[in-house]
């Protein structure tokens, strides 16, 4: 049989079949399908009006819902959306449904995920998000589909697929304190283009990529969308493992996979990390990369720190080295992805200060977890950029209008080179700010 990739082994096996090749079309069994409040409502929609309004979703223990995007805002449309999921939860006796305003809140959905141990090695996540792909970290096929395939997954449990061929990435070498996950996918997105890997898996690899923990590889799968990817993905590894055991709801069995020797991959590209340097993507797209040398002394309005890409404890981790003892010198906004981080903000220490305490000792303001101003959202909420102004963010897209004013200027970035700029005012290098 001829080896396959690690993206045509998942698919394969949720096919039942041993062997698929790129461009073939087959239904795969979902293991998981996850919806948030944005698109949760016209998933349910599609559902009821195809399978009937009386219809069970085909597991109630498979289907997650997560709200997270438009949450502390006044907004009734917002609100709406959070009563429409809460209700059907308590229709199908969703098991896992993570409300609002009650314990088990707790915010962006690609992070609580795996929190929440539903991502596990060699299954198939489908969301009603296109940064799904993030949970390829974890060795699995995961992808964001729309509201349509959503409803259908819903009440049947599977999807007609056509099978990508997979581009692979090699890291090389140990990352230099001045760079980040971040830095390496805007490197990548840099270098192919928006379109760059359209309808592609992306399987990153080498020793650069393994010496990074989960976070991380977590940053490098979720921006793949960013160029088009249908997937990203990493075969696990011990640091995959020891995560995921110690979370597995359900302790559900899983099969860890990797691509075959003598797999085919259509591109491949390596890198070699000690020589790489903090990037910037410019206003309007996360391809327009520049090195943060060339573009040094921007002036800048505000700074975010947040979302999926950028939100974790890894995130604030680098920031606080920077911060640290520092005063911001523009408006400095800081969004803990989840309840779990928030915790850890107030949790995890800094030479005797909490990181929560860094940040706010530097001046920076202090969000709830939640999406927030990664993609605007209604006008009271936290950091959305009202106005034109400049704002240099750990978010994953720049398009016009994407964190709120049309003509704001946002430029994308590691949580090291924000914060670095965040204390000077200007797009700043971090190696400028690092003892
Ligand atoms: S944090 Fe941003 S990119 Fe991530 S799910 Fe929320 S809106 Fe989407």
């Not at 393994?210 to 011990?238: F, Q, S």
């Not at 949580?415 to 797009?427: C, E, H, K």
């Amino acid at each position: 049989m001829a080896a396959q990739t690690l993206t045509e082994k998942i698919i394969a096996r949720h096919a039942g079949r041993q062997h698929v090749e790129p461009g073939d079309n087959v239904w795969i069994d979902a293991d998981i399908l996850m919806t948030h409040d944005v698109c949760g409502p016209g998933t349910i929609g599609v559902f009821k009006q195809h399978f009937g309004a009386n219809a069970k979703v085909w597991d109630r223990e498979k289907v997650v819902i997560i709200p997270d995007h438009y949450i502390f805002t006044a907004d009734k449309m917002a609100n709406r959306n959070v009563d429409v999921l809460r209700q059907f939860a308590a229709e199908q006796n969703i098991k896992y449904f993570y409300d609002v305003g009650t314990p088990k809140y707790k915010g962006v959905c690609h992070i609580a995920l795996p929190e929440e141990g539903h991502t596990r090695p060699g299954e198939v996540l489908f969301g009603t998000d296109s940064h799904t792909c993030t949970a390829g970290a974890f060795g699995e096929f995961a992808t964001g589909i729309g509201n349509t395939d959503a409803g259908f997954v819903m009440g049947a449990g599977k999807l007609w697929v056509k099978v990508p061929s997979t581009m692979r990435f090699v890291f090389h070498g140990q990352l230099p304190p001045y760079l980040m996950a971040k830095d390496l996918i805007l490197a990548v997105i840099g270098d192919i283009g928006c379109d760059g890997a359209t309808y592609r898996a992306m399987e990153f690899d080498g020793d650069g990529v393994y010496a990074l923990n989960i976070e991380e590889r977590m940053t490098l799968c979720n921006m793949v969308i960013e160029a088009g990817g249908k997937n990203g993905v990493i075969a696990p590894d011990k640091v995959t493992l020891d995560y995921v055991n110690k979370r597995n709801a359900g302790s559900k069995p899983f099969t860890s996979l990797a691509s075959d020797t003598g797999a085919r991959f259509i591109f491949e590209k390596v890198y070699d990390v000690t020589k790489l340097e903090p990037v910037v993507a410019k206003p309007h797209s996360p391809d327009n990369r520049a090195r943060v040398s060339e573009v040094k002394g921007t002036k800048l309005d505000r700074a975010y720190i947040g979302s999926c890409t950028g939100g974790k404890m890894t995130d604030f981790r680098a920031a606080a080295r920077i911060l640290k003892g520092k005063t911001v010198k523009i408006d400095t906004f800081i969004v803990p992805a989840t309840s779990e981080i928030a915790q850890g903000l107030k949790n995890e220490t800094l030479n005797g200060q909490t990181l929560e305490e860094v940040f706010l000792s530097a001046g920076a303001k202090l969000g709830e977890p939640s999406c927030a101003a990664c993609l605007g959202g209604p006008s009271d909420t936290f950091g959305r950029l009202n106005q034109a102004l400049s704002c240099i963010s750990t978010t994953n897209r720049n398009f016009p209008g994407r964190m709120g004013h049309r003509e704001a200027r946002v430029f994308l970035a590691s949580p090291l080179t924000v914060a670095a700029s965040a204390i000077t005012g200007t797009i700043t290098d971090p190696r400028d700010c690092l003892q």
